[in-house]
């Protein structure tokens, strides 16, 4: 192949056909249909699109025209031939290293840098890495060695090319562009005015200068281009923390902390002040915790935001708890429970009053266990009330009342009048104290269902809690109808899936028996970023209170006696749980280990 080589979707399906991806009644189907399909994906495109789009953006890429017929691989099961995979076939074909482009791996200057944006988006091409003098791009087109060797001179840069595709390059141009054109002008604007968050700071006098706030466009754009970025990422959390010389982004994804970028400190208060103008805090106020909320949308679809900041040694740093309502309602059976502990939850959720309680650490998945259980009951013949501090995730379906200490409205006082309210069923954020846990036990007493998490490592030690809090053992047996005790593990990514053998030692920390277990673990693909998951799914222990467990709850038992009590009414543990998970292929031994010690 030379360089006068043209991609077209004939010689491109040719290519494929001759590599065994599609058999020759595809490959007719595709010449036949192609030039169509070529001349609809171009109206998709430039329906509503800015005219001064330029030349590689408008473009539409054969991979692009394969991909849109949706056609199986030739010999798999279940693979389609998407643009990645007819991207994969053309980077084999001529030579090239095909690279998937993870954004999470990509540092902003090294993107940002190196090549004009309008030279990146007309030609199609992303700086990716660099080391050791070496600059390497993407590109979306094989045969461009004119244009590399004319940005290798112009720029003096060595530069080595590998193939991806177009989709992801030009999403990287926008995002990354976009949001470092944004915070350039926005410190373009910024002054070095005396930053009062940092405790660390050496003050200067100097001349005045014109500062910038949360209003100015390029800071809006900014926050703008982060929030799209963490929602295409799926990002649970997202953190703005103030360092000494700069602020750092970072998101949680699948409970894990990725580093995103880095900013230049200036800007940290303003980026700050836009996010609180947004979830409607005061802005003045940078000396105590603040939260609020945003509600927002992407792709169509409505997502909450929860807002925290708190003055940290370098300023406020802000986390955006991340909403996205197709994680946080789900059908209950596809949350991850085995069919005793499903068929346990779903007797609790079908008793006309009692108390359920979902415990686990911060970031287990009790809210999302709570609001799709209530969605699950909610019907118009019932009347579903929640106490929140803050509300999650504001649902039409049900009656929110948000806690605010500030005017004394707590869990304690709106618990007090709620039964006013004519409730079926109250959902109490969290039992904190003697006030919250008796006004839910006595609301339980008066016919009502309540549902309510607490913090407890697991069921069994969830009864020695509610002891601790005052709530006498009598009335614990008397409303208490079962607990849920939960953790979140991560699913091995299918993609790069592969089998071993658990080592003796292994076997023995799991008290195992030493034998030939199968385990698997993902060994690092492009699907997953290299980290061998995708995705979570959850681990449930479930504690009914039988009738021999309330009489023990009632001679004021210890913990070892509730324990053995509910093993011999059939509780499964946490770590067994999760040991049938890994064995299943689910998850990885040291996401046992790392969930449940």
């Known amino acids: 192949m030379t360089e006068t080589t043209r991609l077209t979707v004939e010689n491109v399906a040719h290519m494929l056909e001759r590599r065994g991806l599609l058999t020759k009644g595809q490959l007719k189907d595709v010449l036949g249909r192609g030039k169509t399909q070529e001349q609809r994906l171009y109206a998709q495109h430039h329906s509503g699109a800015s005219r001064r789009t330029l030349s590689g953006a408008e473009t539409v890429s054969p991979a692009e025209v394969i991909a849109s017929f949706n056609l199986g691989i030739h010999g798999s099961v279940g693979q389609l031939l998407t643009e990645d995979a007819v991207t994969e076939a053309?980077?084999?074909?001529?030579?090239?290293?095909y690279y998937k482009i993870d954004p999470l791996k990509l540092k902003l200057d090294i993107v940002t840098e190196h090549i004009p944006r309008p030279f990146?988006?007309?030609?199609?091409?992303?700086?990716?890495?660099?080391?050791?003098?070496?600059?390497?791009?993407?590109?979306?087109?094989?045969?461009c060695d004119s244009i590399i060797s004319g940005l290798a001179s112009a720029r003096r840069l060595e530069i080595r090319r590998v193939l991806s595709s177009k989709s992801d390059i030009l999403k990287i141009l926008r995002e990354f562009y976009g949001f470092r054109a944004s915070v350039v002008a926005a410190e373009a604007e910024a002054s070095t005015t005396v930053d009062l968050g940092n405790l660390e700071q050496f003050f200067k006098i100097k001349g005045q200068h014109e500062t910038i706030d949360g209003s100015d466009k390029h800071v809006v754009s900014a926050v703008d281009f982060l929030l799209n970025y963490s929602f295409d990422q799926h990002a649970s959390d997202i953190h703005i923390e103030p360092k000494r010389e700069t602020s750092l982004i970072r998101?949680?994804?699948?409970?894990?902390?990725?580093?995103?970028?880095?900013?230049?400190?200036?800007?940290?208060?303003?980026?700050?002040?836009?996010?609180?103008?947004?979830?409607?805090?005061?802005?003045?106020?940078?000396?105590?915790?603040?939260?609020?909320?945003?509600?927002?949308?992407?792709?169509?679809?409505?997502?909450?935001?929860?807002?925290s900041t708190v003055p940290v040694a370098f300023g406020e740093k802000v986390v955006i708890r991340v909403f996205d309502p197709d994680i946080l309602l789900q059908d209950i059976d596809s949350m991850g429970f085995y069919p005793r502990e499903m068929a346990l939850y779903n007797s609790f959720l079908r008793r006309p009053n009692g108390i359920i309680l979902v415990t686990g650490p911060t970031g287990s998945g009790k809210t999302t266990t709570l609001y799709s259980s209530l969605r699950s009951l909610s019907s118009p013949e019932v009347n579903i009330v929640t106490v929140e501090d803050p509300i999650e995730m504001v649902m039409e379906e049900f009656n929110q009342i948000g806690v605010q200490q500030g005017i004394?409205?707590?869990?304690?006082?709106?618990?007090?009048?709620?039964?006013?309210?004519?409730?079926?069923?109250?959902?109490?954020?969290?039992?904190?104290?003697?006030?919250?846990?008796?006004?839910?036990?006595?609301?339980?007493?008066?016919?009502?269902?309540?549902?309510?998490?607490?913090?407890?490592?697991?069921?069994?030690?969830?009864?020695?809690?509610?002891?601790?809090?005052?709530?006498?053992?009598?009335?614990?047996?008397?409303?208490?109808?079962?607990?849920?005790?939960?953790r979140l593990v991560r699913k091995i990514c299918p993609h790069c899936k592969t089998a071993r053998t658990l080592s003796s030692e292994e076997c023995n920390y799991?008290?195992?028996?030493?034998?030939?277990?199968?385990?698997?673990?993902?060994?690092?693909?492009k699907m997953c970023r290299g980290t061998g998951y995708k995705g979570r799914s959850g681990l449930f222990e479930v504690m009914d209170m039988s009738e021999n467990m309330k009489a023990l709850v009632s001679s004021s038992a210890g913990l070892a006696q509730i324990a053995l009590a509910a093993r011999q009414d059939g509780l499964v543990s946490l770590r067994e749980v999760a040991i049938s998970k890994m064995l299943e292929g689910v998850t990885t031994y040291e996401e046992v280990i790392s969930m449940t010690g």
């Open 510 to 525: 799991l008290s195992l028996p030493d034998n030939s277990y199968t385990v698997w673990e993902g060994e690092g693909c």
């Open 120 to 143: 990146a988006l007309k030609n199609l091409i992303v700086a990716v890495d660099e080391a050791d003098g070496v600059i390497t791009v993407a590109v979306a087109d094989p045969f």
């Open 251 to 307: 998101f949680r994804i699948d409970g894990v902390m990725h580093n995103i970028h880095v900013i230049p400190k200036p800007l940290h208060a303003p980026i700050v002040s836009r996010i609180k103008m947004l979830s409607r805090m005061d802005l003045a106020e940078k000396r105590r915790p603040q939260d609020g909320r945003i509600k927002t949308s992407f792709n169509n679809k409505d997502i909450e935001l929860r807002v």
């Open 408 to 486: 004394g409205v707590g869990f304690d006082s709106i618990l007090r009048n709620i039964l006013r309210q004519d409730p079926d069923i109250i959902m109490i954020g969290e039992i904190r104290d003697r006030e919250t846990a008796e006004n839910a036990v006595q609301a339980a007493l008066t016919g009502h269902l309540v549902l309510s998490t607490l913090h407890t490592n697991d069921a069994s030690s969830t009864i020695v809690r509610l002891l601790d809090l005052g709530v006498p053992a009598f009335l614990i047996s008397a409303t208490v109808l079962g607990i849920v005790a939960q």
């Open 90 to 97: 053309l980077a084999a074909a001529t030579g090239l290293p």
